[in-house]
């Protein structure tokens, strides 16, 4: 059974007793969880979480750039990013360096477009350069996600991803690539195989799309 959810509760912070159940849920499948006040401590946590000189790669997130993770990871020299190295490779030569780069880092960072009561989080990508690594590649991932971000189930998770995210993103990939955005890819992860191997930082507030 499915749960309808209106569209206007995709931007809403999840009240604390449903952060609860997701956080049960999540560590029920092996998950690491922590819930936060909000993005400034995410942040904070994340420079405890990840070793300095540690190769990082950011997907693309707006939660990460809002938050001040992204500019942490790829501009402070504090780690070895992914992104920042990437940018200075040929890619007509140097492809399949660059994306063996981007599937096994030391550590990804990124968000969700939906974590589900039931403890499953989904991913929507139009390139998939994030999803090796969030799928098992890399021996650590680390999750920042928003209270908005709360869905009770699968269905309302993949109705959130669709109706919700895709526009948003494909508005800001026009803006800053000139090209549309697509959903080419989705990755659902319903449990994580390596215990802590997967970090989930739930935030009661709402940040990102």
């Known amino acids: 059974m499915t749960t309808s959810v209106p569209e206007a509760h995709f931007t809403e912070p999840a009240p604390a007793e449903s952060l609860e159940r997701v956080a049960a849920a999540l560590k029920e499948k092996n998950f690491a969880v922590e819930i936060l006040d909000d993005a400034a401590a995410a942040r904070a946590r994340i420079r405890e979480l990840i070793p300095e000189g540690a190769t990082v790669f950011t997907g693309a997130s707006e939660t990460l750039r809002l938050s001040g993770i992204d500019d942490d990871i790829n501009t402070s020299g504090r780690y070895d990013s992914v992104k920042a190295r990437s940018t200075t490779m040929d890619r007509a030569t140097q492809l399949a360096d660059i994306w063996r780069l981007l599937a096994c880092p030391d550590v990804i960072v990124g968000s969700v477009a939906a974590v589900t009561e039931t403890g499953s989080l989904v991913v929507g990508s139009a ?25 009770p189930d699968l269905s309302a998770a993949l109705r959130r991803l669709e109706e919700h995210c895709l526009p948003l993103e494909n508005e800001r990939a026009l803006q800053a690539y000139g090209v549309p955005s697509a959903l080419n890819r989705v990755l659902v992860l319903n449990a994580e195989p ?16």
Do not use: C, E
Not at 134 to 145: E, L
């Open 127 to 151: 390139s998939g350069s994030q999803l090796a690594g969030y799928a098992g590649a890399a021996p650590q991932a680390i999750w920042v996600v928003g209270a908005q971000k709360v869905v």
């Open 194 to 209: 390596r215990p802590g191997r997967g970090t989930v930082l739930l935030l009661r507030d709402a940040i990102g799309f």
